[in-house]
């Protein structure tokens, strides 16, 4: 149980609980800061640090960041279903919902992964490019969209006719 490192990530900070020193800390969702957490655990952890689990729920984009990481440094992840993680804070009376509690919540759900749950992460730098790129035509898409509607709702009005004539 002592080699689950939970992590609970947000946009630009990352709440770690480190159960063999009970250490709560918090740093900054960069590599800069995943790289000082992982030399403060090779400190702590010694020899055993090759067998460190970092416990998440993937986050949108803001998981990316340590997903990359991890794959680079060959660290060893457990990514646990958001609900799957609701589910066990509640099995657990967890009714305080901070960054502190979730991070040493998800420290302890690394109970609940099977061995074939946890592995390196593989990032597909060309799968990447493609989500990237199809990310940004679904926006130029919707923007198409909400630009056509809000022009067709000026149609109407004459006293918008410059504003018609720029969209």
């Given amino acids: ?11 630009s900070t990352v709440s770690v609980f480190i159960p063999q020193s009970e250490l709560e800390i918090e740093i900054a969702n960069t590599v800069k800061g995943f790289t000082q957490l992982f030399s403060k655990l090779k400190k702590l952890y010694k020899k055993e640090h ?13 998981s990316s960041t340590l997903e990359l990481f991890c ?3 060959h660290i060893r992840v457990f990514k646990i ?3 799957a993680s609701h ?3 509640k099995a657990l009376s967890i009714r305080n919902k901070t960054d502190k509690v979730d991070a040493r919540m998800l420290c302890h759900a690394g109970m609940l992964a099977k061995e074939e749950e946890i592995h390196i992460p593989v990032i597909d730098v060309i799968v990447e ?5 199809m ?3 679904q926006l130029l898409v919707k923007q198409r969209v909400q ?5 067709e709702k000026l149609q109407h009005k004459e006293s918008t006719a410059t504003l018609k004539k720029s969209l």
């Avoid at 149980?1 to 946009?11: A, P, Q, R, T, W």
């Avoid at 090759?50 to 803001?62: A, G, H, M």
């Avoid at 490019?129 to 790129?133: F, S, W």
């Avoid at 630009?147 to 022009?151: D, G, I, K």
Wanted: aromatic share 16%.
């Fill in 1 to 11: 149980m002592d080699n689950f490192i939970g992590l609970d990530v947000s946009k």
């Fill in 50 to 62: 090759d067998s460190l689990v970092f416990v998440y729920e993937p986050t949108s984009s803001y």
């Fill in 147 to 151: 630009t056509s509607n809000h022009l």
């Fill in 87 to 89: 589910n066990f804070a």
């Fill in 129 to 133: 490019q493609i989500n990237d790129l």
């Fill in 71 to 73: 794959a680079n440094k």
């Fill in 135 to 137: 990310s940004y035509y």
């Fill in 81 to 83: 279903n958001p609900k």
